[in-house]
């Protein structure tokens, strides 16, 4: 397959342009794809599956494009490398699983603190209807760890923004 080109050419401006370009679709995708998934109520694994089928797929339509002479050996050859590069996306993203499941768990709970927010805002509503000024307290949480509580605080604003770039920022890059 092409590997680093862009539109079947190397960029003028080298390594860097290529990795820029590759980020901005990469988001741009990454974005339709969400909403594809949030339009259909796709589940996650699913989306994953036919977005792996559609790589390969896309992998050997660019083989037979972009190949003066195709053939069935060749086509081969080039989804061995594919395997390649792609059983060492997954040793990248093994390496940075921690990392990962951290991100996820502080963007869900940043989720749920916004989801309890907005019941709260739902409460007092009622109660304001209803005649009363107060709004009950939230139980505290004995098992919360002070440093994801923080940082759920500050994503709270904007969850679904949150997981998305978590996501986003998580998931290996092709090299």
């Not at 992998?59 to 061995?80: K, N, Q």
């Not at 505290?140 to 770039?165: F, N, Y």
Request: no cysteine.
């Amino acid at each position: 397959m092409s590997g680093n080109d862009f539109h079947g050419n190397p960029p003028e401006d080298g390594d860097e342009g290529y990795d820029e370009a590759y980020e901005a679709h990469r988001a741009a995708l990454w974005d339709m794809l969400m909403a594809y998934a949030d339009q259909h109520d796709l589940a996650d694994g699913f989306l994953s599956d036919l977005v792996s089928d559609l790589g390969l797929s896309l992998r050997m339509v660019a083989y037979a494009a972009e190949t003066e002479r195709p053939s069935v050996g060749g086509l081969r050859l080039d989804l061995d490398r594919y395997a390649r590069e792609m059983g060492e996306s997954v040793r990248e993203a093994k390496k940075g699983a921690g990392e990962f499941i951290a991100e996820a768990k502080a963007a869900r709970d940043a989720e749920a603190a916004a989801e309890g927010e907005a019941a709260e805002g739902e409460v007092a509503e009622g109660l304001a209807a209803e005649g009363e000024t107060t709004v009950p307290e939230p139980e505290a949480d004995a098992e919360e760890v002070p440093e994801v509580a923080a940082e759920s605080a500050e994503t709270a604003a904007s969850p679904e923004k949150t997981a998305a770039l978590t996501g986003a920022r998580a998931f290996p890059r092709r090299q």
